[in-house]
């Protein structure tokens, strides 16, 4: 038998794992999960720029992955 620690920390995992099939997430779990697509979607983006290269405009190339860099920090 699970003790209640153990209940809410399955809970807790359940949500993160199957975001979808819990009604009811921890604000902090909903928190974590939108940063971390946040953070997914800089790095692939920052990935893009890097494959695209510096093009036509260097300075503005540089100041965009500069910015991506810093949000990243």
Not at 19 to 26: V, Y
Not at 35 to 60: C, F, I
Request: aromatic share 8%.
């Amino acid at each position: 038998m699970l003790d209640l620690c153990q209940k809410q920390i399955f809970h807790l995992w359940d949500a993160l794992c199957n975001p979808r099939r819990s009604t009811m997430t921890h604000p902090s779990i909903r928190i974590i999960r939108d940063e971390h697509m946040a953070l997914a979607a800089m790095l692939r983006s920052l990935g893009m720029m890097l494959d695209r290269g510096t093009s036509h405009e260097p300075e503005v190339f540089f100041d965009v992955v500069r910015a991506m860099l810093f949000y990243i920090d």
